[in-house]
């Protein structure tokens, strides 16, 4: 199993920084490549993609609304993936979640594909 539990979030006004972490746990996050992504549900608006990260690191991505402004990164030893996010906007709002899913290099960006799921942070961007 894995477990995964984002923190960080917070009020920030626009054109703040935030930093998101998730951290893993579990005995297959431990032993068996996962790549994590970030989605993010805004209220009345479907969940989305916002960034993934390969297990190595190597491959990112990230959804047009967020790149270059936000940077996903991972520290194996630590079992954790990072969100961080520059340049906020009111339209960042939303609650953040992290996912795992146990591919080494997983190119999907649907949240269907995602096996695993945080509880969620809420991130909020004032104007």
């Not at 969940?47 to 940077?71: L, N, Q």
């Not at 520059?86 to 996912?99: E, H, I, M, R, W």
Request: charged residues 20%; contains cysteine.
């Amino acid at each position: 199993q894995v477990q995964l539990v984002e923190s960080g979030g917070g009020l920030v006004q626009a054109g703040g920084s935030l930093r998101l972490s998730c951290a893993a746990s579990g005995r297959t996050f431990i032993y068996y490549p996962h790549t994590v992504g970030w989605f993010r549900q805004a209220p009345g608006k479907e969940r989305e993609f916002v960034a993934r990260i390969s297990w190595s690191g190597s491959s990112r991505y990230y959804a047009d609304s967020v790149k270059d402004r936000f940077t996903i990164s991972r520290d194996n030893a630590k079992n954790t993936v990072y969100l961080q996010m520059n340049s906020l906007k009111p339209d960042d709002t939303a609650v953040y979640y992290c996912a795992a899913v146990r591919r080494m290099d997983y190119s999907s960006s649907d949240s269907g594909n995602y096996d695993y799921w945080g509880q969620g942070t809420q991130v909020t961007v004032s104007s």
